[in-house]
C-alpha cells in the first residue's frame, strides 16, 4: 500500500500509527499531514480515507450537526456553513463557521452532501456543471463535463447526490421536466453522473412526471429518492417516491400507504 519502506518511527510500528491516526477526527489529521512526507503519503491514500470514514461511521455518538445557507452577496454567491458538537446544543454552544466562495463559477449552489463530501451546481448557458468540495481539506475538484437537456420553452431540474458502496464512486443524479411547447407537451429525462468521469449518462425507465419538488433527493443506503405526482396534476393525481438505485442506475417506484398525508411544499 504504501511505497516507502523507511519506518515512520523508531518507537511504534507504521500498522500501529496507522491505526491510531485512523481514530482521530479530521481536524487534527490535517494539521499531522505536515509532520512527515510519510504521514501525509497515508493520509492521501484512498485505504486509509475508507478506512477512517468506516470508524467515524461507526461511533455511536453524534459529532457534528452543519447547517449550510447560500448568500448572495454583491452578485456573488456565497455558502455560510456552520459547523457544531451536537451535545454542546444542550450546553454551551459553540459554533464554527466555514465560508466558500464561487466568484468564478455563477450560479453555483450546493445541492447534497455525503460521508463529508459536499456537491455543487453550476448554472451556465450550455447547461450544468458539477463539483465536489471536501469542507476538512479545503480541496474542491475539477468541474464535471457539461449537462444538457432536451430544448424547450421551459425546464425545472432536480439533483440528487450519494454513494455508491459496489463502485465506490460518489454520483449525482440529475432529473429535468422540460416544456417542449405551450401545448403543455411535456418530456422527462434523467441522467447520471460519476465521480471522476467523462461524460454523464442516461437512464432509462423514468416515469412521466408533472410535478418535482423543491428539495434534492434524498440519500438512503445506496440509493436517491424523491417525492412526486405522476401523471397529470390532479385532485386525484398519483404521489409516488421514485427511488433511484445507484449501483444498477435504475429507478423504481415505491406507493405510499393509503392514509399517508402529503403536505405540497411546492405552496410555501
Known amino acids: 500500500m504504501r511505497s516507502e519502506k ?12 496507522e491505526e491510531i491516526l485512523s481514530r482521530l477526527p479530521v481536524k487534527p489529521l490535517i494539521q499531522f499531514k505536515c509532520v512527515c512526507k510519510g504521514w501525509n503519503s497515508l493520509m492521501s491514500d484512498p485505504y486509509f ?22 448568500v448572495c452577496l454583491r452578485s456573488i454567491p456565497e455558502i455560510h456553513m456552520e459547523s457544531c458538537d451536537v451535545s454542546s446544543l444542550f450546553h454551551s454552544l459553540q459554533i464554527e463557521t466555514f465560508l466558500f466562495n464561487f466568484a468564478n463559477m455563477p450560479g453555483y449552489h450546493l445541492v447534497g452532501s455525503c460521508n463529508g463530501l459536499h456537491c455543487g451546481v453550476s448554472e451556465i448557458p450550455e447547461g450544468y456543471r458539477v463539483c465536489f468540495w471536501n469542507k ?7 468541474e464535471s463535463p457539461t449537462l444538457s ?47 471522476g468521469d467523462s461524460s454523464w449518462r442516461n437512464l432509462k425507465g423514468f416515469p412521466v412526471l408533472w410535478t418535482l419538488p423543491k428539495v434534492g433527493g434524498v440519500y438512503l443506503s445506496g440509493t436517491l429518492n424523491w417525492v412526486v405526482i405522476k401523471g397529470k396534476e390532479t385532485i386525484h393525481s398519483e404521489i409516488v417516491i421514485i427511488s433511484v438505485v445507484l449501483e444498477k442506475e435504475t429507478c423504481r417506484s415505491l406507493f405510499l400507504p393509503d392514509d399517508f398525508c402529503f403536505v405540497d411544499t411546492n405552496q410555501f
Open 6 to 17: 523507511k519506518p515512520w518511527s523508531p518507537l511504534l510500528c507504521d500498522e500501529l500509527i
Open 49 to 70: 480515507i475508507k478506512l477512517h470514514l468506516s470508524k467515524s461511521a461507526a461511533k455511536d455518538d453524534l459529532e457534528h450537526l452543519q447547517l449550510m445557507k447560500n
Open 136 to 142: 476538512a481539506t479545503r480541496v474542491i475538484s475539477k
Open 149 to 195: 437537456f432536451s430544448p424547450g420553452i421551459g425546464r425545472r431540474t432536480m439533483f440528487g447526490f450519494g454513494y455508491d458502496p459496489s463502485s465506490d464512486k460518489y454520483k449525482v443524479v440529475a432529473i429535468a421536466l422540460t416544456m417542449l411547447s405551450l401545448d403543455v407537451s411535456q418530456k422527462t429525462e434523467m441522467k447520471v453522473y460519476s465521480a
